[in-house]
């Protein structure tokens, strides 16, 4: 190598890191121009609906069905406050009324590009229910990757904050900050499915779940027969990654007389309460309370819950019905 070979090529080394320096900053502005084009954007509060594509369904049990629908982007998250749930708008094709129905999303809420649903499909039952549930019968019927349905949000009195902070709005009261170390939940039929919002917040979620590595939970999970309980698999597994925080009790109005249950049978009453889904009164101290979850039919919530919280000492303020 001659020396004005060997000086060519140390003049311009300078040249060749600048170009290189230059080239990575050039990829660093590329990949945050892209970032910010991709930047996840949630889609609620909505004040007007918009639709929604079934992308797919998956049949749980002979009457209960899964239903995931797409977001407009595949980056979007839907944005939904812990315990609000949305409303789905349809038409009736029988009579052109408008039908609005409310459902909580059992997906977890860091979710992108889709939401899931888990709804029970009620048929026509006359004379008692001649048209059955108008709304689940539509989203039955809807075709994959074909079918919409109008959605807005968020709706709904209740919030969970994390870390035992709730934001509440008793009928009839204003808004009320509460906070919990514990909470009971009493679900019935499709009432799980915010429970179960709730409890991806405090136990799975990689967004929520460290704000909540305190939190105790109890559920009491009432249905008709063994065969409507909903999201058992999912709920049971909960059980067993978390035995020191979270357990899950059954209660059914019958069992078949061949069939196998190791669980309630009967309405939900105190002493049911009380074995299974109460925590002791050391755990629920001005400093250390529990506040109770109820989401369920009327009539359950009315003649069942409440006469045995009041007999278990609770008053309005220890409890929020979803």
């Known amino acids: 190598m001659t020396a004005a070979m060997i000086h060519n090529l140390v003049s311009e080394q300078p040249l060749v890191a600048g170009a290189a320096a230059a080239m990575i900053l050039l990829a660093a502005t590329l990949i945050i121009i892209k970032q910010r084009s991709l930047k996840i954007k949630t889609i609620l509060p909505l004040d007007d609906f918009i639709s929604v594509l079934l992308i797919d369904k998956k049949i749980i049990s002979h009457d209960t069905r899964r239903f995931t629908f797409a977001l407009p982007h595949e ?10 749930h949305l409303s789905l708008q349809c038409i009736d094709h029988k009579t052109g009324a408008v039908v609005q129905r409310s459902y909580t999303p059992t997906s977890d809420d860091y979710q992108r590009g889709s939401f899931s649903l888990v709804v029970k499909v009620y048929p026509n039952l006359p004379p008692k229910f001649p048209n059955g549930g108008i709304m689940s019968q539509y989203l039955d019927s809807l ?4 079918d919409f349905v109008k959605m807005r949000g968020p709706k709904g009195h209740v919030e969970y ?3 035992g902070k709730l934001k509440c709005k008793p009928l009839g009261q204003p808004v009320q900050q509460r906070r919990c170390s514990s909470v009971v939940m009493l679900a019935g039929g499709t009432g799980v499915t915010p429970m179960l919002q709730i409890l991806h917040a405090i136990f799975t979620s990689p967004v929520h779940a ?16 063994p065969d409507d309980v ?7 597994d909960l059980a067993r ?3 020191n925080r979270f357990s899950i009790w059954y209660t059914v109005d019958r069992v078949g007389d061949d069939e196998k249950w190791k669980y309630s049978v009967g309405f939900i009453n105190k002493v049911m309460i009380e074995e299974h889904c109460w925590f002791d009164k050391d755990n629920n101290s001005k400093h250390n309370k529990t506040q109770v979850f109820m989401c ?9 819950c409440i006469p045995a919280l009041k007999e278990l000492g609770c008053s309005e303020n220890d409890w929020v019905i979803f």
């Open 143 to 146: 075709e994959i990757g074909k």
């Open 161 to 163: 904050l994390h870390g």
């Open 296 to 304: 369920g039919p009327p009539p359950m919530i009315k003649f069942a």
């Open 210 to 225: 460290s704000k909540n590595q305190n939190m105790q939970v109890k559920l009491l999970y009432a249905n008709q027969t």
């Open 241 to 243: 990654k978390f035995p």
């Open 230 to 236: 909903l999201l058992k698999e999912e709920l049971d």
């Open 75 to 84: 980056s979007d998250l839907l944005g939904l406050a812990i315990g609000k």
